[in-house]
């Protein structure tokens, strides 16, 4: 069994700044376009961030305790600096954001811990429970769902477990086409270390260039190529777990019928159960070909009918996205040319990926049914403009915050009979909540046989109270998916800020089932504490 070590050229491997998404250099001020529709329609005002160190954090964690997690892991890997504890504070939604840019960073780490085998995150798991200190494991940090923020009230302190030093792949089974993943390896750290053995994960969410293969796992990610691919909890079919009862292996087949799979319980547990160590993954081999292309629909409604024909006759594309008419109007999918001209109706973007052959022949049967179902083909740019700006979402909103505008991301998912009104409630809700200055984008990035979701973007003028402002307009939304038959989460998972919908969605029994889970497993409540469970 050998052991691959993490590619050390790896461009995303630096810390994301600590009030924006990832690389500021990859973010500047909006395009002269882009700014002329903002200011025009919602208007614009200067709100800049307060510098790093003015940023107020919780106190360290005491000195003795320190010096006793230093025995396990070492000293220099244990960091209570101010540096190292803001870029573990929070996550990356638009709140945690704007309350770090206004200094508040209370709910920081009171220490960083970076344990570098199973047996280490064991004995800190099992050092937490004696110590009653919080545990929050940090993969990426891109958490956008309030994942990171622990209650604090009653423990000693708080810890980042950080699982920066499981960067490496651990084995490949070429004849099971399976692979092993230590769960702190990034998204680029991960198809780099596969691409060296002709293999791909496959696995490409908005956060793929900052998210880890844990982070994956345990809020049951969904990538952008999941029309090909499959989501992130279908491509795993093993887990090793430390918890606080001991160790946890799971995944000895491909399926069972040895009880209900305990796969699923860890996945989308967001570190509440226990902290992953290490997932074993369906792999596939590295496609020779890669081709994106872009059609335009009359309507919404068109375009989501063509992409349930894809989906219940068998014929998906690898990837598959369409826009409503307003994300189209202002080029959201291609956020380099947001503001500039668009060619109206719903853009929809189509990818293939595999052999040439096979590649060629799922796009000729895509091609002929959807132009049979009045799609006009557009050809390749606006589908390669889409796939080299496919990462660059996020940056787009850290741009807007500077100027004053309100924005973030919602999403669901629910049944195709189901899915017009579902996207007419949330539209109204968050317009009713934020006022008719408010744009509302939506967009469907995730299909199957029987439904698919649903990606919001909304915009508005930040008031002098924005968190508030957002609240009121989070809470309309959320109200309006569980409502009316939809799930509060197809992919940011819950965190603390779904929790109120999650106990609606699932009914008390599921609250119960939930809860009881957690009490025997972590019967002192340790591992990421006000996490998901209601």
Known sequence: MNTHPSPISDPTSAEMHWSRWGDPEHAGPLAESAFALV???IGTSDTPAVPAEDVRL????D?????????????EHVLTDHESRLHRTRGKSTPDLLKLRAGDGTDSPDAVVRPGTHDEVVAIIDWAVAKHVAVVPFGGGTSVVGGLAARRDGFAGVISLDLKRFDK???????SMTAVLEPGLRGPAAEALLAAEGLTLGHFPQSFQYASIGGFAVTRSSGQSSAGYGRFDSLVVGLKVATPQGTLELGNSPANAAGPDLRELVMGSEGAFGVVTAVRVRVRPLPEVKTYEAWRWGSFAEGAAAMRTLAQSGMLPTVLRLSDENETAINLAKPAEVGGESSGGCLMIT?????PETVEAKRLAVTALLTGLGGEHQGPDSGQAWSEGRFHGPYLRDSLLDVGVLVETMETVTFWSNLDHVYTSVKDALVAALGEATLVLCH?????????????TVATKASDQP?????VAKRAASDAMVHNGASITHHHAVGQDHKPWLAEEIGPVGVEMLRAVKERIDPTGVLNPGVLIP
């Open 58 to 61: 919780s106190d360290p964690l």
């Open 444 to 456: 469907i990035s995730h299909v199957y046989e029987t439904g698919a979701s649903l990606y919001f």
């Open 169 to 175: 792949l651990v084995e490949v089974d070429r004849t």
């Open 351 to 355: 990818g293939y990926e595999g052999t």
């Open 39 to 41: 200011d025009t329609f």
């Open 63 to 75: 000195s003795a305790l320190v010096a006793e997690l230093a025995e396990i892991v070492g000293a």
């Open 467 to 471: 968190l508030p402002q957002w609240d």
